[in-house]
Nanobody
Framework: QVQVVESGGGLVQAGGSLSLSCAAS????????MGWYRQAPGQQRELVAT???????RYADSVKGRFTISGDVAENTVYLQMNGLKPEDTAVYYC??????????????WGQGTQVTVSS
């Protein structure tokens, strides 16, 4: 059973920084990509940043230049450093893991979510 566990988050003033960590366990299959998504109240879940097993990264336009994703996909760990936080970054942040599971194919797994609140 794959488990995805996040840590970090909390309350910070605008302009401050927070970091998130995520680790996946319970699998020996090949992880394809890991990333962070967020969901604010009343809104759809949206992509924040992803990192592939080659190390390639992708960011939402709204966080480019402020957030940095890092980690080792092969080791099933991913981090998100968030600088210059804004009130609009307030949301529940979810860690996402995409794993190739034979014979069913690529499967998506999610963490339980961690709250990030930015006060103005």
């Amino acid at each position: 059973q794959v488990q995805v566990v996040e840590s970090g988050g909390g309350l910070v003033q605008a302009g401050g920084s927070l970091s998130l960590s995520c680790a996946a366990s319970g699998t020996t299959s090949s992880t394809n990509i890991m990333g962070w998504y967020r969901q604010a109240p009343g809104q759809q879940r949206e992509l924040v940043a992803t990192i592939g097993k080659s190390g390639s990264t992708r960011y939402a336009d709204s966080v480019k230049g402020r957030f940095t994703i890092s980690g080792d996909v092969a080791e099933n760990t991913v981090y998100l450093q968030m600088n210059g936080l804004k009130p609009e970054d307030t949301a529940v942040y979810y860690c996402h893991v995409n794993i190739y599971m034979w014979p069913t194919g690529f499967q998506n797994y999610w963490g339980q979510g961690t709250q990030v609140t930015v006060s103005s």
